[in-house]
């Protein structure tokens, strides 16, 4: 497969992973939790997001510095749901730093190609 589709093709399965982590985790916080601790939930979704969808795009590319780019657009998005209705203060600060963490973690546990691999063709 060529290399530019491998990248698309991993971006768009970490970005999707990433959401359908985040949408998997509120549903269950929305289920259990009431008030402020659905935004704690929210916000470790978000965390979680960043970690699964930078594994599957590592996965899929064979490329970990990829990972940082799913955290920046999953971040983006949360910043619509963010201005879209009103977060508790603690939440844009508590929740870059979960998503964070997590793109983190993937970059260190995601297995990618060696170096010698990762050359454009």
């Known amino acids: 497969m060529p290399t530019g589709v491998r990248i698309a093709l991993g971006l768009l ?3 999707f992973a990433g959401g359908l982590s985040i949408a998997v985790v509120e549903q269950i916080g929305h289920a259990v939790a009431e008030g402020e601790a659905v935004f704690i939930v929210a916000a470790i979704g978000l965390g979680l997001a960043g970690f699964v969808g930078g594994v599957v ?3 899929v590319t064979r ?3 990829l990972v940082w780019l799913i955290a920046i657009v999953l971040a983006g998005l949360s910043l619509v749901n963010v201005f879209s209705f009103a977060h508790p203060a603690w939440f844009v600060p508590v929740a870059s730093v979960l998503l964070g963490l997590g793109a ?4 260190k546990v995601a297995p990618a190609a060696p170096h010698s691999q990762q050359v454009a063709r």
């Open 13 to 15: 399965a970490g970005i």
């Open 57 to 59: 795009s590592t996965l």
């Open 63 to 65: 490329r970990r510095h």
């Open 104 to 107: 983190f973690g993937a970059s």
